[in-house]
């Protein structure tokens, strides 16, 4: 029960993630075929996060497809561990801007930046969920 509360939750905010992106690319005059250019030439820091989510999520989903479910939590932990920790740097990183302007800028001047950690964030809220979807459906292992 608490496995489909968790896989429900991040499936909301998976949803919301992807609102947000597309609302702050089309804020920035970018197009959905715009996505996979943004992804690529984002902020290092924050490619490496996505980098890492996208690892931890395959340790994680690798691990439970052996039955250590243990270590796949970990996995999975480390998946949505590191795509807020790449979103809230993006974030920072966004703001930091704002805040080193003194005119008043448009939003969609600075959209791109919070689109790139709306980005990271669904790559660690996508692998978070596949490795929970995998780990409800395996039973654990008697004996």
């Known amino acids: ?80 561990g590191w795509g807020v920790l790449g979103a809230g740097l993006g974030v920072a990183s966004a703001r930091n801007g704002l805040f080193c302007t003194n005119d008043p800028i448009a939003f969609a001047v600075y959209a791109p930046r919070y689109a790139d950690a709306l980005i990271v964030l669904l790559v660690g809220l996508t692998g978070a969920i596949l490795g929970l979807a995998l780990l409800g459906r395996r039973s654990p292992r008697q004996g």
Do not use: E, K
């Open 1 to 80: 029960m608490t496995l489909r509360i968790l896989i429900v939750g991040l499936g909301v905010a998976w949803l919301a993630a992807l609102a947000g992106v597309v609302w702050m690319m089309m804020l920035a005059g970018m197009r959905p075929h715009h996505a996979l250019s943004a992804f690529l030439y984002m902020d290092m820091v924050l490619q490496a996060c996505a980098v890492l989510s996208v690892a931890s999520a395959a340790f994680g989903i690798f691990n439970g497809l052996a039955g250590a479910r243990r270590r796949a939590v970990f996995g999975v932990a480390g998946a949505f």
